[in-house]
């Protein structure tokens, strides 16, 4: 289950790196920019993976509990947050 996180992680990476490598033909202020949005990157990072990681048990807890009521809504909770 690790590897998707893994290959999602390096193309964020990649895709950041790009974007700097572009920005540095723009100009100093844009590169600047660029490293000002990265922590909040971090930040939304680390509250999608927390979030999804707590989902993901307890939804595997309700199915192993067979639980279809409350699957149902970890499901509809799932979708309102994606």
């Known amino acids: 289950m690790a590897a998707p996180l893994i290959v999602s992680f390096w193309m964020r990476a990649a895709v950041t790196f790009i974007d700097t490598v572009y920005a540095a033909i723009i100009g100093d202020a844009a590169v600047a920019s660029i490293g000002l949005t990265i922590p909040l990157e971090f930040i939304m990072i680390a509250f ?35």
């Open 48 to 82: 999608w993976v927390g979030l999804s990681t707590g989902l993901t048990s307890a939804l595997s807890r309700a199915m192993g509990a067979r639980q279809g009521e409350r699957i149902r809504q970890y499901l509809a909770a799932g979708w309102r947050v994606v």
